[in-house]
């Protein structure tokens, strides 16, 4: 949490920044060779902060620790390779110099920019196997488009293949990266659709966390009996991972999909009329 708000902080703090420089060249006709390069510095520090935070993010729901951790320090590394080309004019240094930071800052770039965006693509939960290979597949582009942009930028083999290819592979990822959350949302309102089993009224017996009297209380908005704490009841009928409802299925595969329904995730056996 605190990562997430350090990374956050340093992201508003550096737009701010830009906002103002950027309004303050407006008005004055520029603001002088500083000027531009505390501009142009605080437009990075705000792209890495976002980066490290969407890193964050996925860093705080425990998953692939690997990837994101390599995420923010290549976007740090990053930032500090861009920060001395800006401040230190590397294109006077004698030898190639320039050439060495300039490629080495787009490839770390490159490298924070796929860990955020494949940290952020596998947070949505999808459940059905054919929705997934849509996200499978938009992972696996966008390691080719980073992977290719890498290898442009080390051998400085700027052709015209590469450029298709680069922009091809950008595009298709582009398409599933924009359908893989919009599938995870149908997804999810399919699980939460319309109950067609459990019954709107179903009772559920508990003890009041208050007075700790034992009742039956309606699912949905009520109150305990002997203290009247407001108690509010969601109850998510049990779903096969395709969408299918499976509240008092008597088989033990889904009709809808044909996958095995173990029990106790739903179902009830023949002759019991019991939820499951």
Request: aromatic content about 8%; charged content about 15%; overall charge positive.
């Amino acid at each position: 949490m605190k990562l997430r708000s350090a990374f956050l902080w340093a992201m508003i703090a550096s737009l701010t920044l830009a906002a103002g420089l950027g309004t303050l060249a407006i008005l004055f006709d520029g603001l002088g060779n500083h000027g531009e390069r505390a501009l142009v510095t605080s437009l990075i520090i705000s792209a890495a902060s976002m980066l490290c935070l969407a890193c964050a993010i996925v860093l705080g729901k425990r998953r692939v620790r690997v990837a994101m951790w390599t995420g923010v320090g290549s976007a740090l590394v990053a930032l500090v390779l861009w920060l001395v080309v800006v401040w230190f004019n590397v294109w006077r240094w004698p030898g190639d110099w320039d050439e060495v930071f300039i490629e080495t800052a787009f490839v770390f770039t490159t490298i924070s920019i796929w860990a955020a965006h494949f940290g952020l693509l596998i947070l949505p939960p999808i459940l059905r196997r054919s929705w997934r290979w849509v996200r499978f597949v938009t992972l696996v582009l966008a390691a080719l488009v980073a992977l290719t942009v890498i290898l442009v930028v080390l051998t400085e083999t700027f052709e015209d293949w590469s450029a298709k290819l680069i922009a091809v592979l950008s595009i298709l990822g582009g398409c599933g990266t924009g359908v893989t959350p919009v599938l995870a949302i149908i997804e999810r309102v399919q699980r939460r659709g319309d109950p067609i089993a459990l019954p709107r009224r179903l009772k559920v017996q508990l003890v009041c966390p208050r007075c700790r009297s034992s009742q039956e209380i309606l699912a949905g908005s009520s109150q305990c009996a002997s203290c009247g704490l407001r108690i509010k009841i969601d109850i998510e009928e049990p779903r096969c991972a395709c969408g299918y409802p499976l509240y008092q299925l008597r088989a033990d595969r889904c009709p809808e999909c044909g996958r095995v329904v173990e029990p106790g995730t739903g179902w009830v056996s023949e002759g019991d009329d019991a939820p499951g």
